[in-house]
């Protein structure tokens, strides 16, 4: 790969916009997730996440995301060995740096953050994929839809029904769903070559979130990317040249800021979830 063998300058501008990409997608991504908090049976959560999942101009883009991932996650590390190169005996006389702990800690808060896309890449990314089994969401309107088209569609309702998964959204909603099916449920019902069905991430993401230990460890994976966020955004602007002794500062409380939100935006909805899902009924029992 020939961006490997780039001048270091290069290296760290190409790190800088990746980031500073990500930067837009992560805002993006936790607005979607506030849908989560909604009291309205997760139908504002299911139709973005449909929508991401269907339209071809998020699919294009999803591509760039992960490739964008995979750039600034191996230059990072290219970037940081060439760093422990440079330097490879340690001073024996320690001296006070000037160097951020936010600086200091980039490459392990780094590893942090791979550590939390895995996790939620096996959890979401996996299952959307098919590589990994997960709770899935039929909407009957396609289905009857289907059906009058022609298409072939298997349909025993009768042993859905009979396994107790019939699950109807609330008399509000404008459809009706099987929620909370298996993909050998869905053979069952629909017959092996049946396709449309989803995953249901709004059921997936409240059962993650109803394990304490699972939202102890979301919620420090992602202090650790608000940290990550921090000194990623400071360094960015200072790569790419942007900046100045009038508008550092404002840059500076920029980057905190922004920092704070992600980490404020993320870190709720676990919490949110259950402390109202889990422990408030739990006291009130």
């Given at each position: 790969?020939?961006?490997?063998?780039?001048?270091?300058?290069?290296k760290?501008?190409?790190?800088?916009?990746?980031?500073?990409?990500?930067?837009v997608?992560?805002?993006?991504?936790?607005?979607?997730?506030?849908?989560?908090?909604?009291e309205?049976?997760?139908?504002?959560?299911?139709?973005?996440?449909?929508?991401?999942?269907?339209?071809?101009?998020?699919?294009?883009?999803?591509?760039v995301?992960m490739?964008?991932?995979?750039?600034?996650?191996?230059?990072?590390?290219?970037?940081?060995?060439q760093?422990?190169?440079?330097?490879?005996?340690?001073y024996?006389?320690?001296?006070?740096?000037?160097?951020?702990?936010?600086?200091?800690?980039?490459?392990?808060?780094g590893?942090?953050?791979l550590?939390f896309?895995?996790?939620h890449?096996?959890?979401f990314?996996?299952?959307?994929?098919?590589?990994?089994?997960?709770?899935?969401?039929v909407?009957?309107?396609?289905?009857q839809?289907?059906?009058?088209?022609?298409d072939?569609?298997?349909?025993d309702?009768?042993?859905?029904?009979?396994?107790?998964?019939?699950?109807?959204?609330?008399?509000?909603?404008?459809?009706t769903s099987?929620?909370?099916?298996?993909?050998?449920?869905?053979?069952?019902?629909?017959g092996?070559?049946f396709?449309?069905?989803?995953?249901?991430?709004?059921?997936?993401?409240?059962?993650?979130?109803?394990?304490?230990?699972?939202?102890?460890?979301?919620?420090v994976?992602i202090?650790?990317?608000?940290l990550?966020l921090?000194?990623?955004?400071?360094?960015?602007?200072?790569?790419?040249?942007?900046?100045?002794?009038?508008?550092?500062?404002?840059?500076?409380l920029f980057?905190?800021?922004?920092?704070?939100?992600?980490?404020?935006?993320?870190?709720?909805?676990?919490?949110?979830i259950?402390?109202?899902?889990?422990?408030?009924?739990?006291?009130?029992?």
């Amino acid at each position: 790969m020939k961006f490997l063998k780039f001048a270091s300058v290069t290296k760290k501008i190409t790190l800088a916009l990746m980031g500073l990409f990500l930067l837009v997608f992560l805002l993006l991504h936790g607005a979607i997730n506030l849908c989560l908090l909604r009291e309205d049976g997760g139908d504002w959560f299911r139709a973005a996440a449909h929508f991401m999942g269907t339209n071809w101009i998020v699919k294009v883009m999803e591509v760039v995301l992960m490739a964008a991932f995979a750039v600034h996650i191996i230059l990072a590390i290219i970037l940081q060995i060439q760093n422990w190169k440079a330097r490879p005996v340690r001073y024996r006389v320690r001296t006070k740096s000037k160097t951020s702990p936010g600086s200091k800690l980039m490459i392990y808060s780094g590893i942090m953050i791979l550590v939390f896309l895995c996790i939620h890449f096996m959890n979401f990314w996996f299952v959307k994929h098919g590589w990994v089994e997960g709770k899935y969401i039929v909407n009957i309107e396609e289905v009857q839809t289907a059906i009058k088209k022609g298409d072939t569609v298997q349909v025993d309702f009768q042993k859905l029904r009979a396994n107790g998964k019939l699950l109807q959204s609330k008399q509000s909603a404008d459809k009706t769903s099987f929620e909370n099916i298996s993909r050998e449920d869905i053979k069952t019902v629909f017959g092996d070559n049946f396709e449309l069905y989803e995953p249901d991430f709004y059921l997936m993401a409240k059962e993650l979130f109803h394990n304490k230990w699972y939202v102890i460890l979301y919620i420090v994976l992602i202090a650790a990317l608000g940290l990550h966020l921090n000194h990623a955004l400071q360094s960015a602007f200072q790569t790419l040249g942007l900046t100045h002794a009038k508008y550092t500062p404002f840059i500076k409380l920029f980057s905190t800021g922004y920092a704070l939100l992600i980490f404020g935006i993320f870190a709720i909805i676990p919490a949110w979830i259950y402390f109202f899902d889990v422990l408030l009924p739990y006291f009130k029992a």
